[in-house]
């Protein structure tokens, strides 16, 4: 922890955004688009935990009455198998963006493909996807077996 600290500390110092500021002003959309392309980003750099907290929360802001990701992996028949309370699939499919939410244990191994599963999830909620989505859309199915 110390060694990562410290890795942090010798990057460029803070400087804050060009004052003065501006207010964001976002549409429910635009906003979990903003965060599925930056989380994203921090997946392509190898920040897993800031892609899935990041996609957890775009996930969460759009409402969709129609199929999307998430049910599918909830109701998938293989998991219904081997678990067949919906909470506990539940709890298992959101283990990762929960524990960066709300902690609990004092460690959390989150891999790439938690990370790309929550923004693939979040994706499904969006009806119009980013150039950055698609690009991600390909990486995944190439890669899937690989992750």
């Not at 400087?15 to 501006?22: F, H, V």
């Not at 998991?79 to 609990?104: S, Y």
């Not at 191994?109 to 979040?122: G, V």
């Not at 909620?125 to 992750?147: A, I, Y």
Request: charged letters at 35%; one cysteine or more; proline letters at 3%.
């Amino acid at each position: 922890m110390d060694r990562l600290l410290s890795k942090i500390s010798r990057r460029r110092r803070f400087r804050g955004p060009r004052l003065p500021a501006d207010p964001l002003k976002l549409r429910l959309a635009q906003g979990a688009h903003r965060q599925v392309d930056a989380a994203i980003d921090a997946l392509e750099r190898g920040r897993f935990d800031v892609a899935l907290t990041l996609a957890g929360a775009a996930e969460g802001m759009i409402e969709r009455d129609s199929h999307y990701l998430f049910a599918s992996l909830r109701d998938n028949p293989r998991l219904m198998e081997r678990i067949g309370d919906k909470k506990e699939r539940i709890a298992l499919l959101n283990r990762e963006r929960d524990w960066l939410k709300h902690g609990g244990t004092d460690e959390m191994q989150i891999e790439c493909l938690d990370a790309a599963l929550m923004i693939a999830r979040a994706a499904s909620k969006l009806e119009v996807w980013t150039p950055k989505m698609e690009d991600f859309r390909v990486w995944l199915l190439q890669n899937l077996d690989n992750l």
